[in-house]
């Protein structure tokens, strides 16, 4: 089955305690992403990488990292977390060409950062 | 620069009533227009898209949206709620001009209730 696996789907941290978010999809896409969803603010993307070894910042990139070292995952870090990165996280991964390609997303990954 | 304004973050309809979230768009050139439904606990599914062609475009459920150059709105309808089509609804919007990787810009998103 075609899928975007993420863990964990909850996690609750304090402040400065590093944590990475993993994603893996199956479907051998080069396009990956990473977004968060925050009420009244829909979907921001924080980073973005067209194939292994190349990533870009999108909307909001401060206070995150990410890696590409294999196709198909793409990690969250978070270094020193602070409460305002309490969000709930989304990966996802599209094939190449004409952005109209479906995106396929993760389940989510709920984080609280006390 | 593109981006995706959705009007009303909450809207209600009894099951069997019309369902009618708007959206409209701010880009330089013909965007290309997606709507994605989000299920209570689950990631984000593409309900339908516009890329070129017929402005009236049909997906999934039973939902389906036409593209309005004039009023650069891309409004998602269904003629008859149904009960499990509770869920939040997101607009989306890309350049297909640009190169490499292009970047999707979602809405806020609209939460849609279905009243028995």
């Known amino acids: 089955e075609a899928q975007v696996t993420q863990n964990p789907r909850y996690l609750i941290t304090v402040t400065g305690k590093k944590l990475t978010v993993t994603c893996s999809q199956n479907?051998?896409?080069?396009?990956m992403s990473w977004y968060r969803q925050d009420p009244g603010l829909g979907l921001r993307q924080i980073y973005y990488s067209m194939n292994v070894e190349v990533t870009d910042k999108g909307d909001v990139p401060e206070g995150y990292k990410v890696s590409r070292k294999e196709k198909r995952n793409f990690p969250l870090i978070l270094e020193s977390p602070s409460p305002n990165q309490t969000s709930l996280y989304f990966c996802?991964?599209?094939?190449?060409?004409?952005?109209?390609?479906?995106?396929?997303f993760g389940p989510g990954t709920r984080l609280t950062v006390l | 620069a593109q981006s995706v304004t959705q009007l009303g973050s909450h809207v209600s309809v009894s099951e069997g009533a019309l369902v009618l979230l708007r959206c409209n768009y701010s880009?330089?050139?013909?965007?290309?227009l997606f709507w994605y439904v989000q299920y209570p606990n689950q990631g984000l599914q593409l309900l339908l898209k516009?890329?070129?062609?017929?402005?009236l475009v049909k997906g999934i459920n039973g939902f389906e949206a036409e593209f309005k150059k004039s009023e650069t709105s891309f409004h998602l309808t269904k003629p008859s709620a149904h009960m499990s089509d509770a869920a939040e609804y997101f607009c989306a919007v890309s350049d297909p001009r640009s190169g490499g990787y292009q970047k999707v810009t979602f809405g806020t998103g609209t939460k849609l209730q279905v009243i028995p």
């Open positions: 479907m051998n896409h080069e396009y």
């Open positions: 516009y890329t070129t062609g017929a402005t």
């Open positions: 996802a991964s599209r094939g190449p060409g004409l952005p109209d390609n479906e995106q396929f």
């Open positions: 880009s330089s050139v013909p965007p290309y």
